[in-house]
């Protein structure tokens, strides 16, 4: 009796203190959070390319500020919600996929879609949300067949990641995703 009462206030407490996260509330929280990032870095890669159009300025950029700055998004949008971006091929280690990232992009390189995907395992406390990226002209400069890439950017790629694995795309590829983790679960405030 006195195990059931326990039990029950177990319930009551777990739904005083959290709020459940409905699936289309996630999927527009996610796209909302990937389009903030993925604009962002757009806007300041092309500024920086149009201003030293051998890619090394823009290279740079990349290196200091691509981590950062989805830190930065990430603490604006609370901590509830977590962006980053990964792929089947990296270049900073920092980026590797887990099981669910490689088993869903080797889905989306195989539809060849360009909308969102979303994930949704009973067993998993959040959703996922993934956009995936192709490469445009403008991703050659850093990504596309070595022989291409201008012989300074390749110099910085030699020194600041030395694994790089995301060189050698052509246009049209499919080059990764943009993840949004959202959770099923929130504290109340
Ligand atoms: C000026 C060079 C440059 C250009 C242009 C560029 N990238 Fe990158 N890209 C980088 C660098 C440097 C990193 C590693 C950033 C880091 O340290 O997290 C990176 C990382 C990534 C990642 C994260 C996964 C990984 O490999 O580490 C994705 C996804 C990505 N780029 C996609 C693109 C796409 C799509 C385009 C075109 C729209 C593009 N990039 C254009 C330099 C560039």
Same mark, same amino acid.
């Given at each position: 009796?006195?195990?059931? &009462?326990? $039990?029950?206030?177990?319930?009551?407490?777990?739904? %005083?203190?959290?709020?459940?996260?409905?699936? +289309? #509330?996630?999927?527009?929280?996610?796209?909302?959070?990937?389009?903030?990032?993925?604009?962002?870095?757009?806007?300041?890669?092309?500024?920086?390319?149009?201003?030293?159009?051998?890619?090394?300025?823009?290279?740079?950029?990349?290196?200091?500020?691509?981590?950062?700055?989805?830190?930065?998004?990430?603490?604006?949008?609370?901590?509830?919600?977590?962006?980053?971006?990964?792929? &089947?091929? $990296?270049?900073?280690?920092?980026?590797?996929?887990? %099981?669910?990232?490689?088993?869903?992009?080797? +889905? #989306?390189?195989?539809?060849?879609?360009?909308?969102?995907?979303?994930?949704?395992?009973?067993?998993?406390?959040?959703?996922?949300?993934?956009?995936?990226?192709?490469?445009?002209?403008?991703?050659?400069?850093?990504?596309?067949?070595?022989?291409?890439?201008?012989?300074?950017?390749?110099?910085?790629?030699?020194?600041?990641?030395?694994?790089?694995?995301?060189?050698?795309?052509? &246009?049209?590829?499919?080059?990764?995703?943009?993840?949004?983790?959202?959770?099923?679960?929130?504290?109340?405030?």
């Amino acid at each position: 009796m006195l195990i059931w &009462l326990a $039990v029950g206030m177990l319930f009551a407490c777990s739904n %005083d203190k959290y709020k459940t996260i409905p699936p +289309e #509330l996630a999927k527009d929280m996610g796209k909302k959070a990937i389009m903030a990032l993925g604009s962002t870095l757009l806007q300041e890669v092309s500024q920086a390319l149009a201003k030293d159009t051998t890619g090394v300025g823009a290279i740079q950029y990349c290196n200091i500020h691509a981590l950062p700055l989805t830190d930065s998004i990430n603490a604006s949008l609370g901590d509830t919600i977590r962006v980053r971006r990964t792929a &089947l091929r $990296v270049r900073n280690p920092k980026n590797t996929p887990d %099981d669910i990232d490689v088993k869903v992009m080797q +889905e #989306l390189q195989r539809s060849q879609t360009h909308d969102l995907y979303f994930y949704d395992d009973p067993n998993l406390a959040e959703y996922r949300v993934y956009k995936p990226l192709y490469i445009m002209s403008m991703c050659l400069k850093c990504h596309g067949p070595v022989d291409n890439i201008h012989p300074a950017v390749q110099q910085v790629l030699k020194e600041k990641y030395p694994q790089d694995r995301a060189v050698d795309f052509e &246009l049209g590829d499919f080059r990764g995703v943009i993840v949004a983790e959202i959770p099923k679960k929130v504290p109340l405030k």
